[in-house]
């Protein structure tokens, strides 16, 4: 079973790197198009995004139905597969699932400048989330059987209305909104 872990999360991290070197590459080529007005509002639209989640109306963004198929496809395909390259099979795969903060780190390889920036922000966002996957796999199991559906819920809401102040806040303070507020502060 390790070894079907790692060879997911390896072939993760590849095709994340691939994806990222590619939109990094595109973006670099596009030029002046993606600079520093794009680069500045790119955090803002992850804020919004957890404050989306956090505020429950993920459920009224579209889906698209084909992903859901396809998927449904790949699962049926790998399950005749040896376990090992079953594993393998889907974290090349996961790229393409529907995955919101997912697709804004795919916005930020675009901007990066570079297919090797865009490879590597991708890299980490992939190394960065195996804990994630660790704890989804042992503890959260165990932490959801003990709430109430509705205790989740509300976790996950705190949960992504955190993300969203840690992300604002921290654009706030490089663009300089806050900047010059927390200079008075702290002078005083």
Known sequence: ?????????????????AVGASLGA???????????????????VMASFFVVMALGWERHLPRLPFVGRWLLRLSRRTAALPVRQAAVVLG??????PCGPL?????AALVSGS????????????LGTIPLYLLGQ?????LQASLAPAAQLWMRRLLALSSALLIGGRA?????SLAAPLRCLLCH
């Open 115 to 126: 297919w090797i920036a865009g490879s590597a922000l991708l890299a980490s966002f992939a």
């Open 138 to 142: 042992f503890g959260a199991m165990r």
């Open 26 to 44: 595109v973006g670099g080529a596009a030029g002046g198009i993606f600079h520093a007005p794009v680069s500045r509002l790119l955090p803002w």
């Open 1 to 17: 079973m390790r070894a079907a872990t790692a060879g997911y999360h390896f072939a993760r991290m590849i095709s994340y790197s």
């Open 172 to 176: 706030s303070l490089h663009d300089g």
């Open 92 to 97: 090349l795969a996961t790229p393409f699932l």
């Open 103 to 107: 697709y804004l780190a795919f916005s």
